[in-house]
């Protein structure tokens, strides 16, 4: 059975706010026919965007296990079997960006034929139906378990957001992350930092702690699996048990438990633990901009989950639509990457202290082939950029093109850009555009554009990387913690001036 996931004009807007093509979910054929599927879980179907689709996390259907929630945590992807597809985004599989309309229009007829095709094939069925109580049976929107098998995602599909490092570094980490997996799953890893890539500016011979940030599906579980096989890598914290080590990860800071200064395998590492949930509703909307602006940046991926490659690749988009906005008409790759790199960097305290003040450039002089290789692709799905000889690009900065581009902005970024404009012209005394066109149209094309984005994202960034350093203390205890800050202060020492 097909479900149309794209058949209102809103989600269609919606859909197309964020540069994707089209969203389906393919069901596995069931016996319950629709229009029972319809009587035990509304008469309306459930329809989302791929965004929103992306957004909700997995779960486990109790009613249908008779296993413990260990068992029933290790067998989710069996029980669902679900599959996932979506059509290519943009020009290749590898990025998305949509200009036109005609495509939804089509996209929408083609839905409202399925739908009623379905319907007509259902209601055909429905006489044969049993009057016994049905178990519940899980609603495959809803419930969106995305499989591990990145064969359900368009051949190809983010394949700009892997970036190749030596063979030797790549085993050195897989190692750690499969000793880690082997005990405690863990549905998608990356690997960052001066440990894995190199930072101009540094000291190449001395080898610093290498960083990891885990996305898992249930953080309680996953720390309860974790203090059992490795209490060694908590703070005292972790005596309280995985129910308070879970609740300090979620609801301080910006949603991240890091654990600091652990040997795994011979080597010094520090890693981080995020729910699915918190990593991809970042990358999509940017609520702390603190693991969505890594992922800005070259990382390195060691687990990959379908979810999350689709969700980076449409903050890879939207970081690229903000620095659009904020350069010239003609502009460097360079200048572009440092744009970007230096996004979730706006506001964040760590800059002042302890910190390399040439950071961002340094990271992007270092690795400027691996900002080609994650930015390339976007940049060849994107009508509005031309690629020039020598390095330079050249955007359409024309009224009708920015306003698009502004348009598609992160939902809290853009809020914040127009009421910072709507204070600015209420001090000048000026009236504010009512009709929601025009005043697009005006924020994009105004001259202190640039000055309210980096207003905006500082205030973003400031208070979860405040609040997440102050958190650092109690997971990883006062004396990592102090450890942790004079090695910081020693890279700061140590830099090129």
Same mark, same amino acid.
């Given at each position: ?7 209102? *004009? ?17 069901? *596995? ?15 309306? +179907?459930?329809? #989302? +965007? ?55 229009? $089509? ?30 049976? %899980? ?45 405690? %799953? ?52 972790? =005596? ?15 949603? /991240?438990?890091? $654990? *600091?200064?652990?040997? /795994? ?43 999350? #490659? ?19 008409? =003609?502009? +460097?790759?360079?200048?572009?990457? +440092? ?17 390399? %003040?040439?950071?961002?450039? $340094? ?17 060849? $799905?994107?009508?509005? /950029?031309?690629?020039? #000889? ?21 939902? =809290? ?16 005394? /000026? ?15 105004? *001259? ?15 208070? %979860? ?33």
């Amino acid at each position: 059975m097909l479900i149309p996931l794209l058949s209102t *004009p809103g989600a269609i807007a919606r859909c197309q706010q964020q540069g994707l093509r089209l969203a389906v979910a393919w069901i *596995p054929k069931d016996p319950l026919t629709l229009s029972d599927y319809n009587n035990t879980h509304g008469s309306t +179907t459930s329809r #989302r +965007t791929l965004t929103h689709l992306a957004q909700y996390s997995t779960r486990i259907d109790t009613a249908q296990s008779s296993h413990g929630a260990q068992s029933s945590s290790h067998s989710a992807t069996d029980q669902r079997r679900l599959l996932s597809s979506t059509s290519a985004l943009g020009g290749n599989a590898s990025a998305a960006a949509v200009e036109t309309n005609d495509e939804y229009s $089509n996209t929408t007829s083609t839905s409202t034929s399925n739908r009623s095709d379905n319907s007509s094939h259902g209601a055909g069925k429905a006489s044969f139906s049993t009057s016994s109580v049905r178990q519940r049976r %899980p609603n495959y929107i809803r419930d969106f378990e995305v499989p591990p098998d990145m064969s359900r995602l368009p051949p190809k599909f983010g394949d700009n957001q892997h970036i190749d490092i030596d063979n030797e570094t790549w085993q050195r980490l897989k190692s750690v992350v499969d000793t880690i997996h082997h005990k405690a %799953p863990i549905r998608y890893a990356f690997a960052y930092g001066s440990g894995v890539f190199s930072q101009k500016g540094y000291d190449g011979k001395k080898k610093p702690m290498i960083d990891f940030v885990f996305a898992v599906s249930h953080p309680q579980h996953w720390h309860s699996l974790n203090l059992q096989a490795n209490p060694h890598h908590y703070s005292m914290l972790g =005596k309280l048990g995985s129910k308070a080590v879970a609740m300090t990860q979620e609801r301080f800071g910006a949603g /991240v438990y890091f $654990n *600091p200064f652990v040997e /795994v395998n011979g080597m010094m590492i520090k890693y981080g633990v995020v729910s699915i949930d918190t990593l991809c509703n970042d990358l999509l909307n940017w609520e702390t901009m603190y693991l969505s602006g890594r992922l800005h940046k070259p990382v390195k991926i060691l687990i990959d989950d379908p979810r999350t #490659r689709l969700s980076n690749q449409v903050n890879l988009f939207n970081a690229t639509r903000v620095s659009l906005l904020s350069l010239p008409k =003609k502009f +460097t790759s360079e200048e572009l990457f +440092t744009k970007i790199a230096g996004l979730s960097y706006t506001g964040d305290f760590r800059m002042s202290i302890g910190e390399n %003040p040439h950071k961002v450039q $340094n990271i992007v002089k270092a690795q400027l082939a691996h900002f080609h290789r994650l930015y390339d692709p976007l940049l060849g $799905n994107l009508s509005n /950029v031309t690629t020039l #000889r020598e390095g330079f690009l050249e955007q359409d900065d024309s009224p009708l093109v920015r306003s698009r581009t502004f348009q598609k902005l992160p939902p =809290k970024l853009k809020q914040g850009v127009l009421y910072r404009y709507h204070s600015a012209l209420s001090k000048a005394g /000026v009236e504010i555009v009512k009709e929601e066109g025009q005043e697009i149209q005006s924020v994009a094309t105004a *001259p202190d554009l640039e000055k309210y984005l980096d207003k905006t994202i500082h205030s973003i960034v400031q208070i %979860p990387a405040l609040s997440q350093s102050i958190k650092g203390i109690a997971t990883a205890g006062v004396i990592k913690t102090g450890k942790y800050g004079v090695q910081k202060l020693g890279k700061w020492w140590s830099r090129d001036k």
